[in-house]
């Protein structure tokens, strides 16, 4: 197997291949197309283990799709972890990778005091990863997953029962709050399209898998980020906050919304564009931007 993974890297490296989707390196990209192939479960140390021909070939098949199709690998397995969590993931969703698993990891420390949460909206759920990472951090709360995909929810709803949350996390087709009435939550956390139409252009090919609806977010990237900003000061309660991944479109937030006291997050395994903000400072923040910069608040 090691000389499998070692031969399958160096085609994989040769290919010139976009990571970043699970991986960020040709041999472990490598090693979980073999895995996925001969059906070893994840934390399976199986280096030394011989690999039948049906093995090879069906390892051959999987580096032959993630080189001409560029179909990123997680796409090819329908298998990922999201803060120490298996879901299972196709091409309806985004493939899970959001820094926002490590805040979830610490119970959105020191933020908000963990023993007074009780319910959690994931606005933008996708696979649902946020949502159910939310549920196991915090078994005493009840936590909505919206998204406005279908598809996406069906692929939520199958993580949901995997992970037996059900009786927890409960699904809504939503346009950001449009479906979700006068409910309020202590944590609103979301990982939106965050895309503008020049950087999306400019994408890896891999990117082109994953679903356009989950990617673009207008000419400046910023067309969910309006929305949540102005629906999260209704359904915040007091004493909540609201997180928010943006991704690169980090610095177009800064510039729309200079006057809202937003916390920007850094984090030990990488990764940024994650604000913060608590209800109170978003509730005057908002409203002294609806005065001075009134344009910024309308997204679509």
Not at 128 to 142: E, L, Q, V
Request: aromatic share 6%; glycine share 8%; hydrophobic share 45%.
């Amino acid at each position: 197997m090691a000389q499998l993974i070692e031969r399958g890297a160096r085609r994989l490296a040769r290919a010139r291949l976009h990571y970043g989707h699970g991986t960020d390196n040709a041999r472990d990209e490598a090693a979980a197309l073999l895995w996925h192939a001969l059906s070893l479960p994840l934390a399976a140390h199986a280096y030394g283990r011989r690999v039948s021909v049906r093995g090879r070939l069906a390892f051959e098949a999987l580096l032959q799709r993630r080189i001409r199709e560029r179909v990123p690998a997680v796409y090819l397995t329908h298998s990922c972890w999201f803060a120490g969590l298996p879901m299972y993931v196709d091409e309806r969703v985004l493939i899970p990778r959001s820094p926002i698993a490590e805040l979830i990891e610490q119970r959105f420390s020191p933020w908000i005091k963990p023993a007074r949460v009780a319910r959690i909206l994931d606005l933008g759920t996708g696979s649902g990863c946020i949502a159910i990472a939310c549920a196991r951090a915090f078994p005493r709360a009840r936590v909505d997953a919206s998204d406005i995909s279908g598809p996406a929810l069906e692929v939520a709803g199958i993580n949901i029962r995997r992970h037996r949350l059900g009786r927890r996390v409960q699904l809504h087709r939503s346009d950001h709050f449009a479906a979700l009435a006068r409910r309020s939550y202590d944590i609103i956390v979301s990982n939106p399209p965050y895309v503008g139409r020049r950087e999306l252009c400019a994408l890896p090919r891999e990117y082109r898998h994953e679903p356009a609806l989950a990617l673009a977010a207008g000419a400046d990237g910023l067309d969910s980020v309006h929305a949540i900003l102005r629906g999260a000061v209704t359904h915040l309660r007091p004493g909540g906050i609201l997180v928010v991944e943006v991704g690169n479109s980090e610095w177009a937030v800064r510039r729309a919304y200079s006057r809202l006291p937003l916390t920007w997050l850094s984090f030990v395994r990488g990764g940024g564009g994650v604000f913060v903000i608590g209800r109170e400072e978003l509730v005057t923040g908002m409203q002294v931007d609806a005065r001075t910069r009134r344009p910024h608040l309308h997204g679509r």
